[in-house]
């Protein structure tokens, strides 16, 4: 295959590049929808929405010969997470990505990409127009705003979905097969906004430079956190003398490794004493994460005066930053892979105070509600507000056992003459929830080689997408 800009596009490259150029944010589908209904009309294919909760279905009948075979139903998600490098300006309500190729991988100007799941729809097309496939019942199911909760699913009647087996394309990498993944729960600790005015230097502390990433995917990578970070500075900030929290945020999604904080405080501590703190901090984490993070920064300087939330507020929001949860808690203890971990991801402001958003991932909900148990009981301790979210999603079983994984894995073999891997995942997948709103017998989910998911440094590998769409166009002609 040729590189670069003289690639040889095919055909599922060429409705990648389409979808790329369609805004598709989480909760702001609209554009997209529309796309794909109006794609489905002009290429002469039965479709459904779903207007309550966002789905489209559209159907290929079984071609000629075909029509007694298994029924098969391909899924991924159309939203996708929005995130811009510092000081990039993109109009997501207006503009899908500045996609360009490089060497072997799809990339984007400064922003996400968006193959987290534009992959999905773009292989599913492609099979759908394929004039030579012989296949049978084929469905393709496209859900919405399963970034942000897999809202589409959670509550969705999926029994009129013929299929009796579903491949999943929100996985990955190439080889391996998922085939269970973990529970999630959000919470939202919560500081009051009560202020007072104190006497002080006013400061503004930046973390930046992290790359950030999947909370679920990446958590097991030793990233650097922004906020866990700050609540370190914060930390040892009120060792050297008294500190007043004026103002904290952090930007991202709460399902994203967070890669940005800032803080306002007050204080009667010397500018060089402070500024000492934080060079010593950023000395030290930077040693820390030399790999993962290189271009980590702590910046402090001073700011206009501001007042600063009371003082059991602040105490609240610095024992908060540098006690809640954070990282692996358990690994499965059969399995190689994490079973219980927690992000914090986002701080922002409301009517009700500061909330920290804290997500929570396991395979087993015994875990997940004794984490959660331990957020509450720091809140308690703190005098801050514990607020469930309501974003539960359900743990995908796994069966080792299904008669279309071992199919798919014999079909694997056959095509690239090794086994696939079989696994399940720390990340959140729509597969739960379709197990137990649909018919569906059977799962896997797989996915093309891809990196940097929820990041601006996300690329799709080329060679592996594309064989990715032979190797789910190979199941639909043989199972």
Known sequence: ?????????????????????????????????????????????????????????????????????????????????????????????????????????????????????????????????????????????LTTDEEVGMLSVKDADLTGLKGQYLINIDSGPEGIFTIGCSGGKLLKAIVLDNRETVEGY??????????????????????????????????????????????????????????????????????????????????????IFRKTDPDLFINVGSCPECDALAIGESTAMCFLLHNLPYGVINFEQTLDTVETSANLGVIEKDEKGYGIYVSIRSSIAERSAEVAGKVRSLCSICGAVCEDQDKDYPAWTADHDSPFLKRAMGIFEEMYGKKPSVHTTHGGLECGYIMTNSNIEGIIAIGPDSEGEHTPQEKLNIPSFNRTYDFVKRIIESI
């Open 202 to 287: 006013c400061y503004e502390i930046n973390v930046g430079g992290l790359k950030g990433g999947h909370s679920g995917i990446e958590i097991t990578s030793e990233k650097g956190n922004a906020i866990k970070i700050l609540g370190e500075v914060l930390y040892r900030l009120s060792l050297k003398g008294d500190i007043r929290v004026s103002d904290v945020s952090a930007k991202g999604k709460d399902n994203a490794i967070s890669n940005n904080a800032c803080c306002r405080f007050v204080t009667k501590m010397a500018p060089e004493k402070v500024e000492g703190v934080v060079a010593e901090v950023q000395t030290a984490f930077k040693r």
């Open 1 to 141: 295959m040729l590189k670069g800009t003289d690639m040889e596009k095919t055909a599922a490259m060429q409705e990648f590049e389409k979808i790329c150029s369609i805004p598709r944010y989480s909760f702001h589908n609209e554009k997209i929808i529309e796309y794909c209904i109006n794609w489905a009309k002009e290429n002469g294919f039965a479709w459904e929405h779903d207007e309550k909760n966002g789905n489209v279905i559209i159907t290929r009948e079984a071609a000629p010969g075909n029509e007694n075979r298994t029924p098969l139903v391909i899924q991924g998600h159309l939203d996708m997470v929005a995130e811009s490098d510092p000081g990039v300006e993109h109009d997501w309500d207006n503009e899908g990505v500045d996609f360009y190729i490089e060497d072997d991988w799809y990339k984007a100007r400064g922003t996400t990409l968006g193959a987290d799941d534009g992959v999905a729809a773009a292989i599913g097309f492609a099979l759908l127009k394929d004039k030579e496939l012989k296949n049978p019942h084929l469905e393709l199911l």
